[in-house]
């Protein structure tokens, strides 16, 4: 099992920055990737970007550059984060972390809130 706490959300002004983490505990050493996911209110939930055990980062088209994912070591699983910048309304949503160890199973935390205010 794996247990995924997010941190880091809140209120924000658009242009702002903020940094999500996303803590990680159990049997990470069998997780292959993480990803961040966030669903705005009654919208379908959308995957924001993922990270590789390589390290290799894929992100969705509508970040353009303005974040980033990333972990805190080579070969750790112990936090990963979402670096958020120049933030805008449309970045409203409740954020969450993934975790999957293919090809089945995949853990969810409970998700942080992001608000950016106009």
């Known amino acids: 099992q794996v247990q995924l706490v997010e941190s880091g959300g809140g209120l924000v002004q658009a242009g702002g920055s903020l940094r999500l983490s996303c803590a990680a505990s159990?049997?990470?050493?069998?997780?292959?990737?993480f990803a961040w996911y966030r669903q705005a209110p009654e919208k379908q939930r959308e995957l924001v970007a993922r990270?590789?055990?390589?390290?290799?980062?894929?992100?969705a088209d509508f970040t353009k550059g303005r974040f980033t994912i990333s972990r805190d070591g080579a070969n750790a699983w112990n936090t990963v984060y979402l670096q958020m910048n120049s933030l805008k309304p449309d970045d409203t949503a409740v954020y969450y972390c993934n975790a999957r160890r293919l090809p089945v199973s995949e853990y969810w935390g409970q998700g942080t809130q992001v608000t950016v205010s106009s």
């Open positions: 990270i590789s055990r390589r390290g290799i980062a894929n992100y």
């Open positions: 159990g049997s990470t050493f069998r997780i292959d990737d």
